[in-house]
């Protein structure tokens, strides 16, 4: 299984970007069951849990999704069990959000992947 994050940039203050996770390698019975997140780290740093989604998001289990207080209202996770992929829309962005993003379960029970780099000028 390898985590493949995409979707990173240069944007301005303000602007907006939607990352992109595949779980490349993972069958969807083995996908479905994961809760998810998004987490970003910055040189120097550990990295820190920004976004995270709980459940599969069927009818019989719903999802819910909790966010750093950093992020709050900008910030929106979604899951799409069908391709394996968990998404990060990023709205507003500030300069304090530039950082590199990974996804990973929230147990971080994968290898990490290469990380999207996401950079915001002021």
């Known amino acids: 299984v390898r985590l493949v994050e995409s979707g990173g940039g240069l944007v301005q203050a303000g602007g907006s970007l939607r990352l992109s996770c595949t779980a490349s390698g993972m069958i969807t019975s083995v996908f479905n069951p994961h809760d998810w997140g998004w987490y970003s780290q910055v040189p120097g740093k550990q990295r820190e849990l920004v976004a995270g989604i709980v459940g599969i998001g069927s009818t019989s289990s719903p999802s819910s999704t909790n966010y750093a207080d950093s992020v709050k209202g900008r910030f929106t996770i979604s899951r799409d069990n069908a391709r394996k992929r968990v998404y990060l829309q990023m709205n507003n962005l500030i300069p304090e959000d530039t950082a590199v993003y990974y996804c990973?379960?929230?147990?971080?029970?994968?290898?990490w992947g290469q990380g999207t780099q996401v950079t915001v000028s002021s």
């Open positions: 990973n379960t929230l147990k971080e029970s994968l290898p």
